[in-house]
């Protein structure tokens, strides 16, 4: 198994451009998970999908954000448009949770973005 | 939201010696999770705790758990450069599958 696959694994661009970030989720994991981490604000939960559906959102920070999961492989995490203090590292982890079994998460190698 | 408080938050300590990480959350867990974050790179599971379990090992690893106290440790036993890394205690909630993460220890071991 390939593992969390995220892409591109470094992104510079200059404020007020569009960003994408791309993340394909191990096979078979029910659950998707958008982080973004920084020195001064840690780990912070961005957005959450389950079964391809955004379950909770409340994390991504302004209406400048978007993601989408538009089937199990797949999801994307858009910008736009971007300013420098979206610079950080974003990560994207997926699992296999269920009622009965625990969700521990799986992460990919994340993107490190940083915006001019 | 962020649930688990590590302790410390930073810790440097000399190959071969124990080093020991603390983690405080404040509601009703189903479970507890431990993970390691290398510089650079993204976070990998170490180990799983449930709530009724006390102790648990994997390797030169032991995580204990104390659900009165609302705290879990991390020990790793005889550590070795490749240690060096920061250490992340995850909790779950309750109604939904999200995991609620501390701030980290930086762990540094020096040769």
């Known amino acids: 198994d390939a593992g969390v696959i995220q892409s591109p694994r470094h992104e510079v661009t200059e404020m007020g451009q569009e960003v994408t970030l791309r993340c394909k989720p191990i096979s078979g994991h029910n659950s998707l998970f958008w982080y973004r981490q920084t020195m001064m604000r840690g780990l912070e939960l961005l957005i959450y999908f389950n079964n391809n559906v955004p379950i909770d959102d409340s994390g991504m920070p302004e209406d400048r954000f978007s993601a989408k999961m538009p089937n199990a492989s797949f999801s994307t995490l858009k910008i736009q448009p971007s300013e420098p203090r979206d610079s950080a590292v974003y990560f994207c982890a997926s699992s296999l949770a269920t009622r009965l079994t625990p969700d521990t998460q799986y992460f990919g190698p994340g993107t490190r973005l940083t915006v001019l | 939201s962020q649930q688990g408080e590590e302790d410390p938050q930073a810790l440097s300590i000399q190959e071969g010696e124990n080093a020991t990480m603390n983690c405080s959350y404040k509601?009703?867990?189903?479970?507890l999770q431990w993970y390691r974050q290398n510089s650079g790179r993204g976070l990998v599971h170490l180990i799983l705790?449930?709530?009724n379990e006390r102790e648990k090992h994997s390797g030169r690893l032991r995580v204990t758990l104390d659900t009165s106290k609302k705290s879990s440790s991390l020990l790793i036993t005889a550590s070795r450069a490749a240690d060096t890394a920061s250490y992340f205690c995850?909790?779950?909630?309750?109604?939904?599958?999200?995991?609620?993460w501390g701030a980290g220890t930086k762990l540094i071991i020096k040769p």
């Open positions: 995850a909790t779950d909630e309750d109604s939904n599958y999200q995991l609620i």
């Open positions: 509601t009703s867990i189903n479970n």
């Open positions: 705790i449930r709530s």
